[in-house]
């Protein structure tokens, strides 16, 4: 059977790539730790009802209309957006794959442990604990260097394609994001506006925290831009 692969650098690139060296255990804890936290990260900010990230608005509001948990909806869009993959010929890795499963799966775990909450107090600080984790799975996760997740490639995708900025990309796509979920039901909020004030900072942060130096193992980073170049350019 064939294997679709891509290339970066002059070497072949698949799902498997990047899956060797003395680094792999600390890479592989990051990517799962990061993967497990941002689902958890995405839950508290549903329990503080102040506004979700622009793609759990979507998923909240799928969620509404279907009656699925938000991250069983998660996941299935998780997998629709890396269908779009195939056309711009983006080439997954380990890490994309794994983001569609396990951040649902966290979510809808940390929503059946974290009960419903009253009160501004609680909410805020669960909010912003949300913020805050997010950014810090965020760098995890991306520094693992085992490929971005689906809406990421989608993003970089389409600023290869078009020759957008990769700022104005990220912006039409979470616009239309938004839209969407908020007309579906999803909760848009003051969190939704400090979360896209926060993000790109508290990721840049995270992620030279995070950085796991290169040992010439190879990478399986997708053709294109990378969601870590992407941020630490911004």
């Given at each position: 059977?064939?294997?679709?692969?891509?290339?970066?650098?002059?070497?072949?690139?698949?799902?498997?790539?990047?899956?060797?060296?003395?680094?792999?255990?600390?890479?592989?804890?990051?990517?799962?730790?990061?993967?497990?936290?941002?689902?958890?990260?995405?839950?508290?900010?549903?329990?503080?009802?102040?506004?979700?990230?622009?793609?759990?608005?979507?998923?909240?509001?799928?969620?509404?209309?279907?009656?699925?948990?938000?991250?069983?909806?998660?996941?299935?869009?998780?997998?629709?957006?890396?269908?779009?993959?195939?056309?711009?010929?983006?080439?997954?890795?380990?890490?994309?794959?794994?983001?569609?499963?396990?951040?649902?799966?966290?979510?809808?775990?940390?929503?059946?442990?974290?009960?419903?909450?009253?009160?501004?107090?609680?909410?805020?600080?669960?909010?912003?604990?949300?913020?805050?984790?997010?950014?810090?799975?965020t760098g995890l996760y991306i520094s693992a260097r085992f490929g971005p997740g689906p809406r990421d490639g989608l993003m970089t995708g389409l600023h290869r394609l078009t020759g957008r900025s990769v700022r104005l990309v990220r912006t039409a796509i979470e616009v239309a994001v938004v839209v969407t979920g908020f007309a579906l039901g999803g909760t848009v909020g003051a969190a939704t506006l400090v979360y896209a004030l926060s993000i790109g900072p508290l990721a840049q942060l995270f992620l030279r925290v995070f950085a796991v130096p290169p040992t010439g193992e190879g990478s399986s980073v997708v053709a294109g831009s990378s969601p870590a170049r992407v941020i630490l350019r911004s």
């Open positions: 059977m064939h294997q679709s692969t891509s290339t970066i650098g002059g070497r072949a690139l698949s799902i498997t790539s990047g899956l060797r060296g003395r680094r792999l255990p600390r890479r592989l804890l990051q990517l799962y730790t990061g993967l497990a936290l941002y689902g958890a990260s995405s839950a508290l900010l549903v329990r503080g009802g102040l506004g979700l990230e622009p793609w759990g608005v979507l998923h909240q509001g799928l969620a509404e209309r279907t009656g699925l948990t938000i991250g069983v909806v998660s996941i299935i869009v998780g997998a629709a957006v890396l269908l779009l993959w195939v056309p711009m010929r983006q080439r997954p890795g380990l890490g994309t794959v794994s983001n569609v499963l396990v951040i649902g799966i966290a979510m809808d775990g940390t929503l059946a442990a974290v009960p419903e909450l009253d009160g501004p107090g609680p909410r805020i600080a669960v909010t912003a604990a949300g913020i805050v984790l997010n950014g810090m799975a």
